[in-house]
């Protein structure tokens, strides 16, 4: 089995800043890709950034150029730095990953999600 453990939200004024971590453990293989969603209340859950392994960074567009991905592919975990934060960014931040193990050749694993709240 595949666990992914999110760190580092938290409540942040505006302008301000936050980085999150999500570290996977467990029976792993390969990890293909790994990336982050949100989900604001009342709203479907979105897309914020991704990093496919050997691939390029994709951002969704409210957050190009203050956001940024990274991966430390010693540690199985994944980063997101978030910079001039805005009270449109509150939102339950969910580490998502498609991961190779013994037992399927392409599993998605979802974390259980941190909440970012931006608020003066």
């Known amino acids: 089995q595949v666990q992914l453990v999110e760190s580092g939200g938290g409540l942040v004024q505006p302008g301000g800043s936050l980085r999150l971590s999500c570290a996977a453990s467990g029976s792993i293989i390969r990890i293909n890709i790994m990336g982050w969603y949100r989900q604001a209340p009342g709203k479907l859950r979105e897309l914020v950034a991704t990093f496919p392994s050997g691939g390029s960074t994709i951002y969704a567009d409210s957050v190009k150029g203050r956001f940024t991905i990274s991966r430390d592919n010693a540690k199985n975990t994944v980063y997101l730095q978030m910079n001039s934060l805005k009270p449109e960014d509150t939102a339950v931040y969910y580490c998502?990953?498609?991961?190779?193990?013994?037992?399927?050749?392409?599993?998605?694993?979802w974390g259980q999600g941190t909440q970012v709240t931006v608020s003066s």
């Open positions: 998502n990953a498609g991961i190779s193990t013994r037992v399927a050749a392409w599993g998605v694993y």
